[in-house]
Nanobody, 127 residues
């Protein structure tokens, strides 16, 4: 059974930093791409960042480029999101996700590509 357990997040002032972690279990972690999405109140769950199986390729939504960093440690079955220079518009519940199944085609920013999700972590940025 695939499980993703998130930690981190919380309340921070604008301009501050936070880190999120996501621990995966239940299958071979390094075989699957990982991603972070976020959902603000009343909005859909949107793509934030994604990282390839080997960690060598990353993608970001434009609004977080240069501020957020996604990383992974395949030895520890962990994926991370480091968030710097946070803005009020970053306020949301953040979710880590992993692919439904191994696929040769990676739709890295597609919600439907990821079939397993963490429990969600609230990030609140006060202005």
């Amino acid at each position: 059974q695939v499980q993703l357990v998130q930690s981190g997040g919380g309340l921070v002032q604008a301009g501050g930093s936070l880190s999120l972690s996501c621990a995966a279990s239940g299958r071979t972690f390094s075989n699957y791409h990982m991603a972070w999405f976020r959902q603000a109140p009343g909005k859909e769950r949107d793509f934030v960042a994604a990282i390839s199986r080997d960690g060598h390729t990353t993608y970001y939504t434009d609004s977080v480029k240069g501020r957020f960093t996604i990383s992974r440690d395949n030895a520890k079955n962990m994926v991370y999101l480091r968030m710097n220079s946070l803005k009020s518009e970053d306020t949301a519940v953040y979710y880590c996700g992993t692919e439904r199944q191994y696929s040769s085609r990676w739709l890295y920013d597609s919600l439907d590509h990821y079939g397993y999700w963490g429990q969600g972590t609230q990030v609140t940025v006060s202005s």
